[in-house]
């Protein structure tokens, strides 16, 4: 994944990696299931603050992937059910397959238990050309709802 002297890090975006953050694309085939950064920079903004918690990740000096996570989201937008877990991850096309996505998992999972969380909730597009395969492989399970088409999954912390 990475050389012996880096280790990935997330970094919070910036005016100095705001470009390196917009300048992430994932593979073709994966435009359909992903948000651009750009968009989810977007969304950050309008969300009340501390719901959205977009990173840059870094391996060394280049920059690999973004990530936003969701914290504490009024879920169904009405105030009864309140949940935490990844909004968007998008790993850059030349970066996939080295474990990228997986700590961008672990990561979002450290942070939801730092603050006292016990699940990790992530949706994705169903089918062939989807990520689920990449979410299940990593303990996620569909908790049988959807969201916007979307298969819900959830991740037990404890």
Same mark, same amino acid.
């Given at each position: 994944m990475t050389s012996p002297t880096s280790a990935p890090r997330l970094e919070k975006i910036t005016p100095g990696n705001f470009e390196a953050a917009t300048g992430i694309r994932v593979r073709p085939d994966q435009e359909h299931a992903v948000s651009p950064v750009m968009q989810s920079l977007a969304e950050a903004y309008v969300h009340p603050a501390g719901v959205a918690w977009p990173r840059l990740i870094v391996d060394g000096d280049r920059p690999v992937?973004?990530?936003?996570?969701? &914290?504490?989201?009024?879920? !169904?937008g009405d105030g009864t059910v309140f949940r935490s877990g990844l909004w968007r991850l998008n790993i850059a096309a030349e970066e996939q397959g080295r474990g990228y996505g997986r700590f961008a998992v672990e990561s979002v999972a450290a942070e939801i238990r730092r603050r006292g969380g016990e699940h990790l909730y992530v949706t994705w597009h169903p089918g062939p050309d989807g990520p689920e395969g990449f979410y &299940?492989?990593?303990?996620f !399970?569909?908790?049988?709802?959807t969201s916007e088409g979307e298969t819900v999954g959830v991740l037990e912390l404890g």
């Open positions: 992937g973004f990530l936003m996570a969701f &914290l504490d989201i009024d879920w !169904r &299940l492989g990593l303990g !399970r569909p908790n049988g709802e």
